[in-house]
């Protein structure tokens, strides 16, 4: 079994490439370790990389991305696994922002209306979501080694795995921790983002979110999601129960040691 310094060792950070097993979950057990990936697109990979991901024993890959980024970048078709494809951007919400690096460079009132979306967006994200829920299923059926992912394994992967480890029983601080391990894998990036418009970013402070929300991830945006799961369902196996129709306590005996 690889551990993730093993896993660091072999993908590049942009891959952002973990494995969810070993955090600590409901009554003390841990995850099991090897079943649980997330991930950035597996397009990225290079030919080390993917050799290194065949090791893994990978048998199942869910592309939450839209129909139009898998064509347009589809993940490579391995031996001996199944691809499903679900995107995780099908709210009304999404259709109406402009994720291209363009539109996360609004500056003023049109900024200002782009953070508004866009943190309605990720409010929304965990909520009755239909690739969410057929990744549940998969799970349930124990459609393992799986992977998900989405382009760059952080927002619609992140909100995933907020929602998959709460239902495990981490520690809501042990999730957000998760969900900012991105801004981490993303660092390099990021900064070089922020460097570039340093000086716009002095006179149009909005301008420094929306960089953060498209070269990494925002604590801001992270709390923000955490609040309204914990503000609509304080009790987690409420929320995968009426928004899943997953029971809990079922999935945690399969993935917990």
């Known amino acids: 079994m690889h551990t ?11 891959i952002n490439f973990r494995d969810l097993g070993a955090y600590t979950g409901a009554d003390g057990r841990r995850i099991k370790p090897g079943l649980l990936y997330r991930s950035g697109g597996l397009y990225f990979m290079n030919e080390e990389e993917l050799a290194f991901f ?7 890959v869910m592309d939450l991305r ?11 078709v391995l031996d001996g696994i199944t691809y499903l494809q679900h995107s995780g951007l099908e709210f009304p919400t999404a259709k109406e922002i402009d994720f291209s690096p363009a539109g996360m460079s609004k500056i003023g009132a049109e ?9 309605f967006y990720y409010r929304t994200l965990p909520f009755d979501n239909e690739a969410f829920r057929i990744l549940f299923a998969e799970l349930m059926q124990e459609h393992v080694p799986l992977v998900f992912h989405c382009a760059t394994g952080k927002d619609r992967t992140g909100a995933f795995a907020i929602l998959l480890l709460l239902a ?3 520690d809501r601080d042990t999730v957000l921790k998760d969900y900012l391990l991105s801004r981490e894998y993303f660092a390099e990036m990021l900064q070089e983002g922020l460097r570039q418009d340093a000086e716009k970013i002095k006179s149009h402070p909005e301008l420094e979110e929306l960089i953060t929300m498209r070269l990494g991830v925002s604590p801001k945006v ?8 914990f503000t609509r369902y304080p009790d ?6 009426e928004e899943y129709d997953i029971d809990a306590e079922a999935l945690r005996a399969l993935y917990l040691e």
Not at 66 to 76: I, L, M, N, S, V
């Open 4 to 14: 993730q310094t093993e896993l660091d060792r072999h993908f590049r950070k942009n």
């Open 54 to 60: 065949r090791t893994l024993g990978v048998r199942y």
């Open 66 to 76: 839209t129909r139009a980024e898998a064509d347009a970048q589809p993940d490579p």
């Open 111 to 119: 900024g200002e209306e782009q953070l508004k979306k866009l943190h």
């Open 168 to 170: 495990l029983g981490v």
């Open 222 to 229: 992270g709390e923000m999601v955490m609040n309204e799961i």
């Open 236 to 241: 987690p196996d409420v929320l995968m129960r």
